[in-house]
């Protein structure tokens, strides 16, 4: 299992806690805000982490943020866009690898 694919199961992961927590599919929009409540950007990765830590964001929180790649994020909204688009790249099927041809 590549880094990929170990941030995007802890990022699954994640969702279905706070949808459970929250009682059905939530949006991130409220949960995110809270938890970089004081947020002056741009922020690392790193630092988004740190700040949710500060603020007692839930564990689950902690964990999605943390799943996103160490880059720099120049707004909340961004933050937002990136760990949507985590969520929907996992959803998305992926292709069945074609058979392997028969050897003769």
């Known amino acids: 299992m590549n ?6 199961s ?13 009682g059905g599919p939530a949006p991130l929009a409220q949960p995110l805000h809270k ?3 004081g947020a002056v950007f741009p922020l690392s990765t790193e630092q988004l982490v740190l700040l949710a830590r500060e ?7 902690l964990s999605l ?21 985590q969520v929907q790249e996992s959803e998305e099927p992926t292709e069945p690898s074609p058979a392997p041809m028969p050897q003769r």
Request: glycine share 4%.
């Open 3 to 8: 880094d990929d694919d170990t941030r995007r």
């Open 10 to 22: 802890r990022l699954e992961e994640g969702i279905k806690e706070l949808e459970t927590r929250m």
């Open 35 to 37: 938890a970089l409540l």
């Open 55 to 61: 603020n007692e964001a839930p564990s689950v929180v």
């Open 65 to 85: 943020l943390g799943s996103l790649p160490p880059r720099e994020f120049e707004s909340l909204d961004a933050v937002q866009h990136a760990l949507e688009s």
